[in-house]
């Protein structure tokens, strides 16, 4: 049974920084398996924050510059650094990672092409 957990959350003030981080166990993921973050804030849809596929490491995010996403092959694991945050980035912070192969439309930015996911980890950001 695959599991994601994600840790790092918590409460911070803006203009800080935190480091997610989602392990996943149950199955080995490679290289070959696209990792992503995703959140949800209150009232609001799930939306795409960032991900992470192939070798060498393709990275793709929803903002440049104070998000970065990195993956750690030898732990099953994926990470969020988050730098400079915001009161707007409050929400709930899931991991996901995709094991089905891929088709020509598939859309990395899409949370039903990922498979698997965590609980979900708390930021808040306060002003």
């Known amino acids: 049974q695959v599991q994601l957990v994600e840790s790092g959350g918590g409460l911070v003030q803006a203009g800080t920084s935190l480091r997610l981080s989602c392990v996943a166990s149950?199955?080995?993921?490679?290289?070959?398996?696209?990792w992503g973050w995703f959140r949800q804030a209150p009232g609001k849809e799930r939306e795409f924050v960032a991900a992470?596929?192939?070798?060498?490491?393709i990275t793709h995010y929803s903002m440049q510059g104070r998000f970065t996403i990195s993956r750690d092959n030898a732990k099953n694991a994926v990470h969020l650094q988050m730098n400079s945050l915001k009161p707007e980035d409050t929400a709930i912070y899931y991991c996901?990672?995709?094991?089905?192969?891929?088709?020509?439309?598939?859309?990395?930015?899409?949370?039903?092409?990922?498979?698997?996911w965590g609980q979900g980890t708390q930021v808040t950001v306060s002003s």
């Open positions: 996901a990672v995709r094991s089905r192969t891929y088709s020509p439309n598939w859309s990395i930015y899409r949370s039903n092409e990922f498979d698997y």
């Open positions: 149950g199955r080995t993921f490679t290289t070959r398996n696209a």
């Open positions: 992470i596929r192939s070798d060498p490491a």
